[in-house]
């Protein structure tokens, strides 16, 4: 039987005694129904996990004894940042989900021309927990042991001009002469990419020139025209496949892949 997992901030796995509180040991207590004497994983977003076996609880407290912390290699290779448009809260965080799923690092929540940004600084905070929690929950589903990082909002200029390494990739309709193969070509190995998922409605030839002067180059993702959830997963598992842990590109090195 597959262990539940639950998710540990490190000052509480390295107490002497162990815990989780809160949400987390209300779920475990209330709606998963876990008593003394069950076991489980904890993992801390250091990439380790411990097994461990409840031990005692309270109303809102579940302390643990631990088992010996393993070391688990289950994060790519790739260190894959996306940049997520706000779009309808739906998709959204269907994509903050299924990225994590997937094997992205980070997430860069952003804001263009064809995408909104119409809520006060509360409600972004509020949008701030929630996206937290279901990059966490999704964490837990897929076995991951680190948590990809979720970024303060931005614009879509401030992002372009954030400092990253590795290749910079901005999918366009209108490109139509160049897909991540062609890039593969020229880039057959690479530990980091960033990559921006259009708005519902894309992204302007404006914003394209302007993230091709940051270095960013324009890819095709084929004729058809796709929601931005559907590019966010297109992208991510093309992205994984030629560079990350999703295909043959790793164990070949140089010459897996044209």
């Known amino acids: 039987m597959t262990r539940r997992r639950f998710f540990i901030p490190p000052d509480q796995l390295d107490d002497p005694n162990p815990y989780i ?20 994983v904890l993992f801390d977003n250091s990439g380790q996990e411990c097994p461990s076996r409840i031990c005692a609880v309270s109303k809102d407290k579940v302390c643990f004894e631990m088992g010996d912390r393993q070391m688990p290699l289950r994060e790519s290779p790739l260190d894959l940042s996306l ?20 094997g992205v690092s980070s997430f860069h929540p952003f804001f263009s021309a064809h ?13 701030s927990i929630r996206w937290q929690r279901i990059v966490q929950e999704a964490a837990k589903q897929c076995r991951r042991n680190v948590l990809p990082l979720l970024h303060p909002m931005v614009s879509f200029v401030d992002l372009i001009q954030q400092n990253s390494g590795g290749i910079k990739i901005i999918p366009y309709e209108e490109e139509s002469g160049r897909t991540l193969v062609d890039l593969k070509q020229g880039h057959s190995f690479t530990d980091s990419i960033m990559a921006l998922v ?22 095709s993702l084929g004729p058809r025209t796709l929601r931005s959830e559907t590019a966010a997963l297109a992208l991510i598992g093309l992205c994984q496949f030629l560079w990350g842990d999703m295909g043959a ?10």
């Open 198 to 219: 259009g708005p519902e409605g894309g992204f302007t030839s404006e914003e394209v020139g302007l993230a091709e002067e940051k270095g960013f180059v324009s890819i």
């Open 115 to 127: 995408s909104s940004r119409n809520f006060q600084k509360t409600e972004q905070e509020n949008r």
């Open 21 to 40: 509180q809160g949400d987390e040991a209300r779920h475990l207590l209330k709606v998963l129904r876990l008593k003394v004497g069950d076991e489980v």
């Open 83 to 102: 940049g997520v448009p706000l779009i309808r809260s739906q998709p959204f965080e269907w994509i903050l989900q299924k990225g994590t799923e997937m």
């Open 249 to 258: 590109g790793r164990k070949g090195g140089e010459d897996a892949l044209p």
